[in-house]
C-alpha cells in the first residue's frame, strides 16, 4: 500500500520560538508532566479516500529521547509521523480517526490551530531543502517570521552548532545554503528546525540520500539533539535504527504497529514472531 507523495518543499515546518505559546487561540496546553510520555496515541486510523493507511495504532512516545519508526515501505510509518503535527491536513484525500495527544492535548480538537501546533513540533524531511537563501538567512527564516524579538545572531549560531555545522560554516554565511554539500544541507535543515527551539522533531528518513559519512554525522547529530528535543525518526535502516534510538515501534504491511518496545528487546528478543521474521529479514 503505497503512501501519497507531497511536495516537501511546500510543507517544510518551522518551530515556536516560545516553548508555551498556546495550540489554540484561546487555550494553552498543558505542559509535559513529568515520567508522561510527550506524544500519545491512541486508536488512531489513517484513510485516503476509502484505503486505510493506518489501523487502530495506540502507543505512547516519550519525552527527549528517540523514536524509530521502522517497517517495509508503504506500511504507514510516514502517515502516522505526518499525524503527529497534521501534516497530512494538506492532503486533501486524508482523513483520521481515534486521539493523537500532544502534552496531553488532542492535535485534532477543533480549537487547535495546526500552525501554531507545527511551530512546536518541527520535520526535517528526506531530501535536503534549504531555502534559496543564505545560510544564515535559512536558519534565522523561522525566528523572523515569528516576530522572535531575542539575538539572532546568537540565536543562528547556537542553532548552527547544535546541529554541528557551525565550524564548517561560520565564515560563509552569507554565501547561499544551496552551494554545501548534501550532508551539509541536511544539517542546514536540521539547524533550521531546532533554531526556534520547539519540543519534538520528526525526521523522516534524514539521511537516506546521503553518503554513509554523512549519515554517520547525522546520527551523531541526533544522538546529541535527543538531549534538548523528542525525536521521532522514520528509517529503513534497521541498523540506524539500533544504533541511534531508545525505542522502536515495528509497522507491518495494514498499517498495523505489531509491536512498540525499547529497542534493545525489539532487536534482541521480540515478543511477535512476524517482528522477528521481519528483523531477520525472513521477509520484507
Given at each position: ?184 544541507q541536511q544539517r542546514l535543515c536540521i539547524a533550521r528546525a531546532i533554531a526556534p ?88
Amino acid at each position: 500500500m503505497s503512501e501519497p507523495e507531497t511536495d516537501t518543499d511546500s510543507t517544510e515546518t518551522v518551530a515556536s520560538p516560545t516553548p508555551g505559546s498556546n495550540l489554540s487561540a484561546g487555550n494553552t496546553a498543558s505542559g509535559s508532566l513529568i515520567d508522561e510520555p510527550i506524544i500519545k496515541s491512541r486508536n488512531v486510523n489513517v484513510f485516503y479516500n476509502e484505503t486505510q493507511a493506518l489501523e487502530d495504532i495506540t502507543m505512547d512516545i516519550p519525552e527527549k529521547q528517540v523514536t524509530a519508526l521502522i517497517g517495509p515501505s508503504g506500511c504507514g510509518k510516514s502517515t502516522f509521523l505526518r499525524c503527529i503535527n497534521r501534516m497530512n491536513d494538506l492532503i486533501p484525500a486524508a482523513r483520521i480517526e481515534g486521539e493523537l495527544l500532544f502534552s496531553n492535548k488532542n492535535v485534532y480538537d477543533d480549537d487547535v490551530d495546526p500552525v501554531a501546533l507545527r511551530r512546536k513540533i518541527g520535520m526535517v524531511f528526506q531530501q535536503p531543502n534549504p531555502f534559496p537563501k543564505s545560510i544564515y538567512d535559512n536558519v534565522a527564516y523561522g525566528l523572523n517570521i515569528q516576530g522572535y524579538e531575542g539575538d539572532i545572531d546568537q540565536r543562528v549560531e547556537e542553532a548552527l552548532k547544535g546541529a554541528a555545522l557551525w565550524d564548517e560554516v561560520k565564515d560563509q554565511l552569507d554565501e547561499s545554503g544551496l552551494e554545501l554539500s548534501g550532508g551539509q544541507q541536511q544539517r542546514l535543515c536540521i539547524a533550521r528546525a531546532i533554531a526556534p527551539d520547539p519540543e519534538v522533531i520528526l525526521m523522516d528518513e534524514p539521511a537516506s540520500a546521503l553518503d554513509p559519512v554523512a549519515t554517520s554525522q547525522i546520527e551523531d547529530l541526533i544522538a546529541d539533539i535527543s538531549e534538548q528535543y523528542t525525536v521521532v525518526i522514520v528509517t529503513h535502516n534497521m541498523q540506524q535504527a539500533a544504533r541511534i534510538s531508545d525505542k522502536t515501534a515495528v509497522f507491518l504491511t495494514g498499517g498495523e504497529l505489531v509491536e512498540f518496545d525499547d529497542t534493545q528487546k525489539i532487536f534482541e528478543n521480540p515478543d511477535n514472531q512476524r517482528v522477528e521474521d521481519y528483523i531477520t529479514g525472513k521477509f520484507g
